[in-house]
């Protein structure tokens, strides 16, 4: 039995990054083998163990055959006499194909040093369109690494155009594309992401909704250099979609136009089952970032109204991740983000006017119900229209 460091672990020491995780491939054993050192199986699909001492994962030498379509639509085969080479040449890049000995010998049959080197992500063999969930995986590879000058190979470039195609990039289930998008705006240039699905196809079967112009990239890189959490990054993916229209397909009024940008923000949602936490930032952020743009002409009352519709009051901490999107996707900030934006501070120092107005025990006296609440408005109200001069 031999076991041997594999994968990520490898290219990233290669690289001279942090390793987060490791995981090891066992050739010439069996699940009996490794059940009787005391690691416990976990797999389901093949058999994968967890170490007694450390809980890494161990997994079988194994190879994989493509019986049906899908990313689902594989069997595995598992046995001692697997090499390492077998196991290695069914991953989705050369870079990911590498392992390393207990002594510290470098295994590398499929070139990925090499790649590592030239700075190129590229395809082990054909198999890699048997899977389509490579597509975004490659995109995603593509989003980290890009800030080292990585890119996509051009043979894996054209492979990934044929499986989107032959209709690969369709069959992906909703649970995998969030959960593959999500990781990707986490990257450091998320727009990578997107420009390699748009420029292979796939964006246009997975987000037709999406126009992935120049503008709406370079506002992923003002999110991404704030270092803008991922629920700030996807409203900003998705700010403003309402506006992506032409002339001939915009409703005819511009409220229409906002409340068709918000129908559509929420149809990818469910589209992507986009958990909620990420819908309700995108949705507010489509419906209320242009208010929020001109917030420096609003008057007391109107500030008070956005303040109100966005529920500041009670939600915080997102009311702040409203104006870091605005911010971030804002045109005037495109490129230069260390640019003030005063419409944040203006709405920051507003809300924190606002919510300082507090009603005592007197104010409350003969009061109930909706009258404590719209005495509270006027005060609000009052508050802000003394302080608003001091932003003019």
């Not at 995603?140 to 990039?169: H, I, N, S």
């Not at 104010?363 to 932003?391: K, M, N, S, V, Y």
């Amino acid at each position: 039995m031999d076991i041997y460091l594999v994968g990520g672990a490898v290219r990233d020491t290669l690289l001279g990054r942090p390793v987060s995780e490791r995981d090891w491939v066992v050739v010439g054993a069996d699940p009996a083998t490794l059940s009787a050192l005391g690691y416990r199986q976990v797999g389901k699909d093949f058999p994968v163990f967890l170490h007694p001492q450390t809980h890494e994962e161990y997994a079988l030498a194994r190879t994989e055959r493509k019986v049906a379509p899908g990313y689902h639509g594989f069997v595995t085969h598992h046995a001692p006499e697997v090499t390492l080479e077998q196991d290695l040449a069914r991953r989705d890049l050369t870079i990911n194909a590498m392992a390393q000995a207990a002594d510290g010998t470098l295994v590398d049959p499929y070139g990925g040093q090499r790649d590592l080197k030239a700075r190129l992500l590229r395809h082990v063999s054909p198999a890699f369109s048997e899977d389509p969930l490579r597509l975004l995986r490659v995109a995603r590879f593509a989003a980290r690494y890009a800030p080292l000058g990585f890119t996509v190979a051009t043979e894996t470039r054209r492979l990934m155009r044929d499986m989107v195609t032959a209709g690969e990039a369709a069959s992906l289930v909703a649970e995998r594309i969030w959960q593959e998008t999500v990781r990707a705006l986490a990257e450091p240039s998320p727009r990578t992401y997107f420009e390699v699905l748009r420029d292979c196809g796939a964006l246009t079967v997975l987000l037709p909704e999406l126009e992935m112009s120049e503008q709406r990239l370079r506002g992923l890189d003002a999110a991404a250099a704030i270092a803008a959490s991922t629920r700030v990054r996807f409203a900003v993916l998705l700010r403003e979609l309402g506006t992506d229209l032409t002339p001939l397909e915009k409703p005819p009024l511009p409220i229409a136009n906002e409340a068709y940008g918000v129908a559509v923000v929420h149809a990818v949602c469910d589209r992507w089952r986009v958990p909620t936490d990420f819908r309700e930032l995108a949705e507010l952020v489509c419906r209320e970032h242009l208010r929020v743009h001109h917030a420096l002409e609003l008057p007391p009352a109107t500030v008070l109204e956005l303040l109100e519709t966005c529920d500041a009051f009670r939600r915080r901490e997102r009311f702040a991740e409203l104006l870091e999107a605005c911010e971030a996707g804002h045109p005037e900030q495109l490129g230069l983000e260390t640019l003030p934006y005063p419409q944040s501070t203006l709405l920051t120092a507003a809300f924190a006017a606002a919510a300082a107005v507090q009603l005592t025990a007197t104010d409350r006296t003969g009061l109930a119900g909706p009258a404590i609440g719209l005495l509270l408005r006027e005060r609000r109200l009052a508050a802000l229209t003394r302080w608003r001069p001091t932003f003019t």
